[in-house]
């Protein structure tokens, strides 16, 4: 009788959980992989995103605020970067104020 109970199929709870990390694994890529945008990623830096990254980290890391200044299509454009995380830029970059990211459409 035991020996019967033996055949029976089933799925044991180390098949599960290997099934399960598996599976987690592959969503993580492909949501990291759905998540880029080239095209936004491309604008940013010409925009001087970079430029602007750099400033907010220096503020809240010094705690003081830092100002600087980006020539963007032949126009002088000053940012100003606080040690709260803001940043103020001209409403024609569309950065947002909290972040220093650029906004999207």
């Given at each position: 009788?035991?020996?019967?109970?033996?055949?029976?199929?089933?799925?044991?709870?180390?098949?599960?959980?290997?099934?399960?990390?598996?599976?987690?694994?592959?969503?993580?890529?492909?949501?990291?992989?759905?998540?880029?945008?080239?095209?936004?990623?491309?604008?940013?830096?010409?925009?001087?995103?970079?430029?602007?990254?750099?400033?907010?980290?220096?503020?809240?890391?010094?705690?003081?605020?830092?100002?600087?200044?980006?020539?963007?299509?032949?126009?002088?454009?000053?940012?100003?970067?606080?040690?709260?995380?803001?940043?103020?830029?001209?409403?024609?970059?569309?950065?947002?104020?909290l972040?220093?990211m650029?906004?999207?459409?």
């Amino acid at each position: 009788m035991s020996l019967a109970r033996r055949s029976i199929a089933g799925v044991t709870l180390v098949e599960l959980m290997v099934v399960l990390v598996l599976l987690g694994l592959m969503a993580a890529v492909v949501g990291l992989a759905w998540r880029r945008d080239p095209v936004r990623t491309r604008d940013a830096t010409t925009d001087g995103q970079g430029v602007i990254a750099a400033a907010r980290h220096q503020a809240l890391a010094s705690g003081r605020a830092v100002r600087v200044e980006l020539t963007i299509d032949g126009q002088r454009v000053a940012i100003a970067a606080l040690p709260d995380g803001r940043v103020i830029a001209p409403e024609g970059m569309r950065v947002d104020p909290l972040t220093g990211m650029p906004l999207r459409e």
